[in-house]
């Protein structure tokens, strides 16, 4: 007898089929599944309205099968805020690294999140400037090493790494804010149940939903993918924890 | 044309603006304190809300001009303004609305600089507007109103534009124009369709193919292909030249002044005709496209020229090369600062007259 086939594993129909130009090791490819899988199980490819940012996702518009518009460096909140007011029915949400969203653009995260538009941002918080080159971001550790702090970031010069889940949830119009990692299948799975509520927010009328996806760059790193991967469990997460800081997404009103 | 019945109202430039705005069906304002433009975001806030449509005080100028990107990429007719400081921190998203092929309006109530400057009518921001303003190889078209009633008809007008053209539209006024009251006669444009980005404006992937808005391009020659595409496109746009002449008919002498300036001139060239010397008007409305071709007709006929700005002399470079095959033009300043009357003009102009 021969054994049935049955798919487990296939492509998202909001993911299009073809390569990326990421580097090896580096997870912005498999945030880019969450999401696609997340816009195919909530049903909104079709009503979705992607902000892309300024980085090394730039290119999330060649990967997603959905509308997009292509933000200045830091700006995509302020130019979702626009799309949302315009278009108060599609699914809105921006997708930034955190050189755009934490340095350059932090004004307009805070004031997009306190606004509580109805808009979504996937934050991938990989503690470095990758499209540049390596440079020091807002959130590099203290003692990394990059292009721009090659003696390792020094509190006392450049100041703490920014957290930017803790602060987002902070904010008044935030429905929901958590941080995750997909360095293992646990956290995968809790990744992809955050990201879900952070779009449901939205398509509740609750708020603004925000998910800092930690993430790694093996190349902006100079580690091996594995090496890398192990990173985020040995460094990055005892200064970044994992969890949900804000969850509203019970209301039945908006914040 | 359509007909200009609705009712006659005494409003400030500021308000001519915001109205112009609403009757051209304008859904989604951004706006940021800034003197002297104030009342426009301040009636917006509003009378936008209560026209079914959308108002957001933005963070900042930068801010401000990123949703309007973002309104306009849905395809939306949408609107920020400002002043001076301000429309320079809008520069980047002015770039990449030109880049993307955005329609957005942008009104500049300018004010004196540089930096800080002082809150009162200049116009040294004629560079800014017309060369560019932000990165990049780019034009934007710049409607330059000298009264309330312009004001009110080239807000309506700007929205117009920017559709046709997809390309950001800036209205340049001043303080004057911002802060002066008088009647405006209003009107509604009957013109405006219902989905006119129906077939370029983001609004979901439903039963079509993903529509992307960038001006990123990065493939091989594609921005080559891209900026000669938008050449064209400004080449196009020449068609836009609006201006007013006065009185050059038969004048040995030619004012040219634009905005607020070009309507303290033309005072003075009215009094001047009336003790009889030959003295004229020429006041550019479109200060991009420059109506240079306009003003070299008239050169033909062998007239001498004088300038006048409020500011160090920025127009006068374009006036001067317009002319350049036959003759030049002299220039007069007025500094930031300074409220000029028709009879500050007339020393100058009998100078020029009189060579
Ligand atoms: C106004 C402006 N400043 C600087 C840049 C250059 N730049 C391009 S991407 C980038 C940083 C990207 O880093 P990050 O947001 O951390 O994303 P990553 O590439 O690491 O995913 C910078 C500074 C730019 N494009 N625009």
Known sequence: MQAKEKIVFERPMSVIDRATHYCPGCQHGVIHRLVGEVLDEMGLREKAILVSAIGCSVFLYNYLDVDAVEAPHGRAPAVATGVKRARPDNFVFTYQGDGDLASIGLAEIMHCANRGERVATVFVNNTIYGMTGGQMAPTTMIGQKTTTCPGGRCREREGQPLKMAEIIAGLGGTAYCARVAVDTVKHLTAAKKALRKAFEVQEKGLGFGFVEFLATCPTGWKMTPVKANERIAEELIPYFPLGEFKDESKNTEAC | ?355
């Open chain 2, 1 to 355: 044309m359509p007909s200009r019945t609705g009712p006659r109202i005494f409003i400030k430039g500021n308000e001519a603006v915001a109205h112009g705005a609403l009757a051209a069906k304008c859904r989604c304002f951004f706006g940021y304190p800034i003197t002297p433009q104030n009342e426009i975001p301040e009636m917006m806030s509003s009378a936008i809300c209560e026209a079914g449509g959308e108002f957001v005080q933005a963070e900042s100028e930068v801010a401000a001009a990123n949703m309007l990107l973002g309104a306009t990429a849905a395809g939306i007719r949408a609107m920020t303004s400002s002043s001076s400081p301000g429309i320079s921190l809008k520069q980047e998203a002015i770039s990449y609305m030109a880049g993307s092929e955005l329609p957005g309006v942008i009104v500049n109530m300018s004010r004196g600089g540089p930096g800080l400057g002082d809150i009162g009518p200049a116009q040294g921001d004629y560079f800014q507007s017309v060369k560019g303003g932000g990165h990049g190889d780019y034009r934007t078209l710049v409607l330059a109103p000298a009264t309330c009633q312009e004001a009110y008809d080239l807000t309506i007008e700007a929205f117009d534009l920017a559709f046709k053209y997809k390309n950001p539209v800036l209205v340049l006024g001043d303080a004057i124009i911002g802060q002066m009251k008088e009647p405006v006669t209003t009107w509604t444009p009957e013109h405006i369709a219902e989905g006119e980005a129906a077939d370029w404006g983001l609004s979901g992937a439903k039963g079509r193919p993903k529509r992307l808005v960038k001006s990123l391009f990065l493939e091989d020659g594609a921005l080559a292909g891209h900026n000669l595409m938008l050449k064209d496109k400004y080449e196009r746009m020449r068609a836009e030249v609006r201006f007013e002449t006065f009185e050059t008919e038969d004048a040995e002498l030619v004012v040219v002044a634009f905005g607020s300036i070009g309507r303290i001139a033309k005072s003075a060239v009215r009094k001047l005709r009336k003790a009889g010397r030959k003295v004229g008007l020429f006041r550019p409305i479109t200060l991009y496209p420059f109506p240079d071709e306009a003003l070299r007709a008239l050169a033909a006929g062998g007239r001498r020229f004088l300038t006048v700005e409020h500011n160090l002399g920025q127009m006068v470079e374009d006036v001067r090369l317009a002319l350049a095959p036959h003759t030049g033009s002299g220039f007069f300043s007025i500094l930031p600062g300074n409220l000029p009357t028709p009879d500050d003009f007339e020393a100058p102009i009998l100078g020029a007259l009189e060579g």
